[in-house]
């Protein structure tokens, strides 16, 4: 059964950083790229960044781009997120998501998926 499990989500500050995990299980990690999406109130899901199975090519969507990083342990199954001079446009629940295949910007190309963990950003 695979499993992906977000922590690291909060209330801050604008200007503030936050670093969210996800942590899988029952997946191999680096047969499988990965990626953040997020989904604020109202809104439809959106691409955040994303990250291929070995690391070696990573992308982001224009608004997190020079602010977010993404990256992944293999050895620990487990992908990253930091979030760098968050402001309030980044207020959204946070999901990541694993693919099977290379990197995707799309969330309907992406079958596993976890619960998502809330960020809160006051100006």
């Known amino acids: 059964q695979v499993q992906l499990v977000e922590s690291g989500g909060g209330s801050v500050q604008a200007g503030d950083s936050l670093r969210l995990s996800c942590a899988t299980s029952g997946i191999t990690l680096s047969d499988s790229a990965t990626g953040w999406f997020r989904q604020a109130p109202g809104k439809e899901r959106e691409f955040v960044a994303a990250i291929s199975r070995l690391g070696f090519y990573k992308f982001y969507a224009d608004s997190v781009k020079g602010r977010f990083t993404i990256s992944r342990d293999n050895a620990k199954n487990t992908v990253y997120l930091q979030m760098n001079n968050l402001n309030a446009e980044d207020t959204a629940v946070y999901y990541c998501?694993?693919?099977?295949?290379?990197?995707?910007?799309?969330?309907?190309?992406?079958?596993?998926w976890g619960q998502g963990t809330q960020v809160t950003v006051s100006s």
């Open positions: 998501a694993a693919r099977d295949s290379s990197t995707s910007t799309r969330p309907s190309e992406y079958p596993y």
